[in-house]
């Protein structure tokens, strides 16, 4: 009876063995032709159960596998999608979102710009706004996100994704109003909520968070990850502006700098006119025409030295009157002085 029973039991064990053998890669022993030949025809029964027969049911496959997160197999059914039905905007920009989810945001751009003047546009911006926030361009970020939130204004993920991009970007009072209308429009939606609970850690609302995420029910590792998220952003904002303004102080050093050696070439051209205006009065002083008037001989010295005061003060280096006829000399360069040029001055003395 034992010795029955251990039989029926090694049998038993045996065929569940082999019924689970199949093709193994870097295991011990090689798999049998057999083996080898069923696992075959599985794949093929597989691939011909994961290829529906109508467009509209591949098409609603290949976007259930991304949003299961299967971007790579989603590339390769989306190739056998055109080859079957071609090219069209609704599998092109699922081709675009794959091309961007498995790390090829310059190709992925590029096939979203194909579609900006189509049916996809809103799509199209969407996606080349996340580009933009993978590469750190926050600003081009939220350019190209409010393009896709003017064309689809109740797509709450594009609203999330602009107030993400916002805070980002340092402006969290302009992403205050789009997460939150994302938060209304999908209060089930953890992606937006986790970005709501970032803008309001970020925004100095911590009691607010923990309330909004203990009623999502969000797990610790989640609540840890939007903590650190929050943190690296606060950070980053800082630096951003900090650098912000060194660069414009630096650009106004450079500016005063630029300045000065203007200013003190000015003040040396000032200098030199006023050298030469100086020496040209010298000269007309010394050497320059001279007015001679003339007095009546039967005047009294009284009056003659009145006269004198009267009329002008004779410069120092004026010779003395002569005592037959007193001549009172006045140099033209003893009027007062004008803005006119050296040369006007010159002119006017010389027609003196």
Same mark, same amino acid.
């Given at each position: 009876?034992?010795?029955?029973?251990?039989?029926?039991?090694?049998?038993?064990?045996?065929?569940?063995?082999?019924?689970?053998?199949?093709?193994?890669?870097?295991? !011990?022993?090689?798999?049998?032709?057999?083996?080898?030949?069923?696992?075959? %025809?599985?794949?093929?029964?597989?691939?011909?159960?994961?290829?529906?027969?109508?467009?509209?049911?591949?098409? /609603?496959? =290949?976007?259930?596998?991304?949003?299961?997160?299967?971007?790579?197999? /989603?590339? $390769? @059914?989306?190739?056998?999608?055109? =080859?079957? !039905?071609?090219?069209?905007?609704?599998?092109?920009?699922?081709?675009?979102?794959?091309?961007?989810?498995?790390?090829?945001?310059?190709?992925?751009?590029?096939?979203?710009?194909?579609?900006?003047?189509?049916?996809?546009?809103? $799509?199209?911006? @969407?996606?080349?706004?996340?580009?933009?926030?993978?590469?750190?361009?926050?600003?081009? *970020?939220?350019?190209?996100?409010?393009? #896709?939130?003017?064309?689809?204004?109740?797509? #709450?993920?594009?609203?999330?994704?602009?107030?993400?991009?916002?805070?980002?970007?340092?402006?969290?009072?302009?992403?205050?109003?789009?997460?939150?209308?994302?938060?209304?429009?999908?209060?089930? /939606?953890?992606?937006?909520?986790?970005?709501?609970?970032? !803008?309001?850690?970020?925004?100095?609302?911590?009691?607010? #968070?923990?309330?909004?995420?203990?009623?999502?029910?969000?797990?610790?590792?989640?609540?840890?990850?939007?903590?650190?998220?929050?943190?690296?952003?606060?950070?980053?904002?800082?630096?951003?502006? *900090?650098?912000?303004?060194?660069?414009?102080?630096?650009?106004?050093?450079?500016?005063?700098?630029?300045?000065?050696?203007?200013?003190?070439?000015?003040?040396?051209?000032?200098?030199?006119?006023?050298?030469?205006?100086?020496?040209?009065?010298?000269?007309?002083?010394?050497?320059?025409?001279?007015?001679?008037?003339?007095?009546?001989?039967?005047?009294?010295?009284?009056? %003659?030295?009145?006269?004198?005061?009267?009329?002008?003060?004779?410069?120092?280096?004026?010779?003395?009157?002569?005592?037959?006829?007193? *001549?009172?000399?006045?140099?033209?360069?003893?009027?007062?002085?004008?803005?006119?040029?050296?040369?006007?001055?010159?002119?006017?003395?010389?027609?003196?």
């Amino acid at each position: 009876m034992a010795g029955s029973l251990i039989a029926v039991l090694c049998t038993v064990t045996l065929a569940t063995l082999a019924g689970c053998g199949g093709p193994r890669i870097g295991g !011990y022993g090689a798999p049998s032709a057999a083996a080898l030949m069923q696992a075959q %025809q599985n794949d093929e029964e597989k691939a011909r159960a994961a290829k529906p027969d109508t467009r509209e049911l591949y098409l /609603s496959m =290949i976007r259930q596998m991304q949003e299961q997160g299967s971007y790579f197999a /989603s590339l $390769a @059914h989306i190739d056998q999608f055109r =080859i079957q !039905y071609g090219a069209s905007p609704d599998i092109d920009i699922l081709r675009a979102d794959a091309l961007r989810e498995t790390g090829q945001p310059d190709a992925a751009e590029q096939a979203y710009r194909t579609l900006l003047a189509g049916n996809e546009a809103a $799509a199209a911006w @969407h996606g080349i706004g996340l580009v933009a926030a993978q590469r750190k361009d926050y600003a081009g *970020a939220v350019q190209a996100l409010r393009e #896709a939130v003017a064309r689809a204004p109740t797509q #709450a993920f594009y609203l999330s994704d602009l107030g993400f991009a916002l805070l980002n970007n340092g402006d969290a009072g302009a992403a205050r109003v789009p997460l939150a209308q994302a938060a209304e429009l999908r209060p089930d /939606s953890r992606k937006v909520l986790s970005n709501l609970a970032v !803008y309001l850690v970020v925004t100095g609302e911590r009691s607010r #968070a923990d309330e909004m995420m203990t009623r999502a029910k969000m797990p610790q590792t989640t609540r840890e990850a939007i903590d650190k998220l929050a943190t690296d952003i606060s950070a980053q904002v800082k630096a951003r502006r *900090a650098a912000a303004s060194a660069a414009a102080a630096r650009a106004a050093a450079q500016a005063a700098a630029s300045i000065a050696p203007q200013a003190s070439s000015v003040a040396s051209t000032a200098q030199g006119r006023a050298g030469s205006d100086g020496a040209a009065f010298g000269a007309i002083g010394a050497g320059g025409p001279v007015v001679v008037r003339l007095t009546s001989g039967s005047e009294s010295g009284v009056r %003659q030295t009145q006269t004198q005061t009267q009329t002008q003060v004779r410069p120092a280096f004026a010779p003395a009157p002569g005592t037959a006829a007193d *001549a009172k000399l006045a140099r033209a360069g003893d009027a007062a002085r004008s803005d006119m040029p050296t040369s006007l001055l010159d002119r006017f003395g010389q027609s003196q």
